[in-house]
């Protein structure tokens, strides 16, 4: 069975572009999670999706970043117009029914230039 | 969800017992101790999770004290590989986001 999927590793660009993470939950997991850990720093929590719906949204910055996770395809986790503050490393989870145990994904490391 | 208090560093020999220990005096009925390592920069690790029974798996053994207000997690041979930020946190078993402390950072050393 394999793990949550994240896509790309390593991501790069320059200011005012859109990045777009995606992430692949594992087999017969509905619940998607990102967080996000800046440099030196510990892992907080941005956005909480199921299928087409965004449950929990609290640790998302009000502007710039958006997330989905639509019936078919891959959860995205998009950030317009990035600063270099948003260099961090983003990673997803993902939870069967019901929000039991989450599981990690490698994660995505964004570099702002 | 109750807040943990855990040391933020510890080393232990290779071939022995690492005990991390996490306090967690104001958990609430419903609530879990999950327990975290992040190796390097590498995705979080889910190791294992109690809610008042201690628990043991592959990995690891929770011990929760009866009052449940502390926790250790015990990993009974550590490798050279264990060395990690383990994080203790507590949270209802359905419910959603998990809250990251700056968690112990355990150095396993031969």
């Known amino acids: 069975n394999a793990g949550v999927m994240q896509n790309p590793r390593h991501l790069v660009r320059r200011r005012g572009q859109e990045a777009r993470l995606r992430c692949s939950p594992m087999k017969g997991h509905s619940h998607v999670y990102w967080y996000r850990q800046l440099p030196e720093e510990g892992l907080k929590f941005m956005v909480y999706l199921q299928k087409e719906n965004i449950i929990d949204e609290s640790g998302m910055p009000k502007e710039r970043f958006s997330a989905e996770f639509p019936k078919e395809g891959p959860s995205i986790l998009r950030i317009q117009q990035v600063v270099r503050g948003d260099s961090a490393a983003y990673f997803c989870a993902s939870s069967p029914p019901r929000g039991d145990t989450q599981y990690f994904g490698p994660g995505t490391r964004l570099t702002v230039l | ?110």
């Open chain 2, 1 to 110: 969800d109750a807040k943990t208090t855990q040391p933020p560093s510890m080393d232990c020999a290779e071939g022995r017992a690492a005990n991390l220990p996490c306090n967690h005096s104001t958990i609430s009925g419903n609530e879990y101790v999950y327990w975290y390592r992040q190796i390097h920069s590498q995705g979080p690790q889910y190791i294992i999770h109690g809610l008042k029974n201690n628990e043991t798996n592959e990995m690891a053994s929770l011990i929760i004290t009866e009052d449940r207000k502390s926790s250790t997690l015990i990993l009974p041979h550590a490798t050279l590989r264990d060395t990690a930020v383990y994080y203790c946190i507590v949270r209802m078993e359905y419910g959603n986001k998990l809250v990251f402390g700056a968690g112990t950072i355990l150095r396993v050393k031969s």
